[in-house]
């Protein structure tokens, strides 16, 4: 027996073994599949040196990434680097839901790598790093002999991205990381907020090799917590901020809390829950938010407290929310139960806590109070209620407050259930954040080139450092759709109809261009636009691209797209309304085809398109 032939072979069928494991639990890997093939296919067959994976917050990326390095195991890959934020807790969340996949090799933790660094060739590795220079360094010097390495990261818009691309350098960790590529590396961006990744140019990844990862069927996100009509179906909290009751207001989300942890227990859902208190990004001032949280349990728990009668009393009044035909029942559950609780310090100077219990709540009450960890890449099982106060003196990053989403996740079987409490402001400008990502997310999904990002007073679509002003173009950005066989006299009747409203003729517009011709959510963007008024929207006549004294390509002619665009500022002195905020107009070429583009007018809100 030769037994050479039995060391460490595992076959090639990790990927297949996975996917059948998550079948067998009930797991739909439909999407999962797609995402891995996508990617494997860029890798293997387009040779692509760099693409992003992009999917909703906590839509299940993790479990798409560990079917991910199965296959890439199973191609052969000697070694894949799964880089994720600098987060102790994060690393051994995710290295652990690695681990229990039973992958082989097992994944391994960059210190854990043999000290020699010809000791790793010949053998293929997993490995886990968090994204900081000291670990980066020590990494690329084990790797030093490895000739190609594949790096997934996890969170890829956190710290990668270089912001020192203007002044034509590189920041340390993008630095390190461009070194472990190499000439014959491919990296692979894993995030919810490709954004910055794009107007960065972060490694050139290629936009039209970017991979839509669709969440699970369990999954809810940003239609249900900020739908386009306002009306929500959960439990929105809503309160004036800064205001100097905000110890007031966290009691009375803790109290709301207690009674819904109640609530799903006497509707049958007999598990931990947990509440997320997301206040600051000061360490100092975590501090205060705990000390709420342990005062108010203190006094509950102990009947000879001054002050427990008066919280008993403010439970039994908010209980009736929740339990309006027997409300003394849920204040029993609560009483009798209080000391089934954890509080849990994240991120913060002071005593930190193992957030493992938080999330997965191993107590009936579970409280996470902290910082910047909260907000970005962890998972929270059974999430019920969130107090989100933290906003910003200047500018919304987008990529940043949609990462703050911790609501979204696996919430299907309570999400009408759930507690969200936030100032009014601060929910207005999160819903903005997430409208103008929407539109440039579905752009990326409906394969229509390159992204157009929006954004104005408030909002941005990520850091302005990080933004390569080389190659991204801040007033021209427009969209353009599918082409279509164009009928000339047919469309301008259309464009010129008088006597219907702006709405009205929209409507027509999207019935004359159904699907990909003129997309549903530029539409409803449109439609739902807070000053839409009759006038708001100039409908062109048509216009010829590539006419006999144009200089344009036969290709571009063909395509009726340009990488500097063609909606003109100029255009909008052509059409009927030019001060009008929304401007479509189609384009046609002399091959019988058309493309309606849109572009807004007005420095309140702008696109951004990345023209490299």
């Known amino acids: 027996m030769d037994w050479k032939n039995f060391v460490g072979n595992v076959g090639n069928t ?14 739909t890997t439909n999407d999962i599949e797609f ?23 906590q839509s299940g990326k993790t479990e798409m990434m560990i079917a991910l390095n199965a296959r890439l195991l199973d191609e052969g890959c000697d070694v894949i680097v799964n880089l994720l934020t600098d987060s102790v807790d994060l690393l051994m969340q995710s290295l652990s839901r690695f681990r229990q996949a039973g992958l082989s090799p097992s994944p391994k933790q960059f210190s854990e790598l043999p000290v020699e660094a010809r000791k790793l060739k010949g053998k293929q590795w997993i490995i886990f790093s968090k994204k900081n220079a000291r670990d980066l360094e020590k990494l690329k010097e084990s790797l030093r002999f490895m000739k190609k390495v594949i790096i997934i990261d996890d969170e890829a818009d956190y710290a990668t991205p270089n912001s020192k691309v203007n002044i034509q350098d590189r920041t340390k960790i993008n630095s390190l990381i461009y070194g472990l590529l190499g000439e014959n590396g491919v990296y692979v961006g894993v995030t919810a907020t490709p954004a910055r990744l794009d107007l960065n140019n972060t490694f050139d990844n290629n936009t039209e090799k970017w991979i839509n990862f669709k969440p699970h069927a369990a999954y809810v996100g940003q239609d249900f917590f900020f739908p386009k009509n306002g009306q929500v179906s959960y439990r ?3 309160f004036p901020a800064g205001e100097g009751s ?13 009674c819904g942890v109640a609530e799903q227990h ?53 209980s009736k929310e929740y339990n309006p035909d027997n409300p003394e029942s849920v204040v029993e559950f ?21 957030i493992v219990d938080l999330l997965k709540p191993s107590s009936l009450f579970c409280f996470g109070a ?15 209620s969130m107090y989100f106060t933290r906003s910003v003196k200047g500018k919304f990053t987008q990529d940043t407050y949609i990462q703050r989403a911790r609501m979204f996740g696996a919430r299907n079987r ?28 579905e752009a990326i999904r409906s394969g229509k080139g390159a992204p157009v990002w929006l954004s104005d007073h408030k909002t941005a679509p990520t850091s302005a450092a990080s933004i390569d002003r080389s190659s991204v173009d801040f007033e021209g950005g427009e969209m353009s759709f599918a082409p279509f066989d164009f009928d000339i006299e047919r469309f301008n009747r259309l464009m010129a109809k008088q006597g219907i409203s702006d709405e009205e003729k929209l409507i027509e517009l999207r019935e004359a261009l159904p699907g990909d011709l003129f997309p549903s959510y530029v539409f409803e963007y449109i439609s739902s636009d807070a000053s839409l008024d009759d006038g708001s929207v100039c409908f062109h006549n048509a216009g010829e691209f590539g006419g006999a004294k144009s200089n344009y390509t036969d290709e571009e002619i063909e395509n009726i797209r340009r990488s500097k665009g063609i909606f003109s500022t100029n255009e909008f002195a052509r059409g009927p309304v030019p001060g009008a905020r929304h401007h479509l107009k189609m384009f046609y070429n002399k091959h019988g085809k058309a493309r309606l583009f849109y572009k807004i007018n007005g420095k309140s809100v702008k696109f951004m398109q990345n023209r490299r």
């Open 414 to 441: 309570y999400k009408e259930f759930f507690q969200l409490w936030i100032p009014y402001d601060l929910i207005e400008n999160w819903s903005k954040c997430f409208a103008f990502h929407k539109l440039a997310v």
């Open 370 to 384: 902290g910082g910047n960890i909260i907000s970005r890449g962890v998972t929270f099982e059974n999430l019920l």
């Open 334 to 354: 609560v009483l009798r139960n209080i000391n089934k609780n954890q509080v849990f310090v994240v991120n913060s100077r002071d005593k930190k806590s193992d």
């Open 14 to 27: 990790q990927y297949i073994d996975r996917i059948r494991t998550l079948n067998a639990r009930g797991i």
């Open 236 to 238: 929105l909290f809503t």
């Open 246 to 258: 905000e110890r007031v207001q966290l009691r009375n989300a803790i109290f709301h809390f207690l």
């Open 266 to 318: 006497q509707r049958g859902v007999t598990e931990n829950f947990s509440m997320l208190v997301h206040t600051s990004g000061k360490m100092d001032e975590h501090s205060e938010d705990v000390k709420v949280i342990h005062e108010t349990i203190d006094v509950l728990s102990d009947p000879a407290n001054a002050n427990f009668d008066g919280h008993c009393a403010k439970l039994l009044s908010i």
């Open 35 to 57: 995402t891995v093939e996508g990617a494997v296919k860029n890798i293997k067959e387009s040779n692509t040196k760099a693409f992003v994976i992009f999917g909703e917050p």
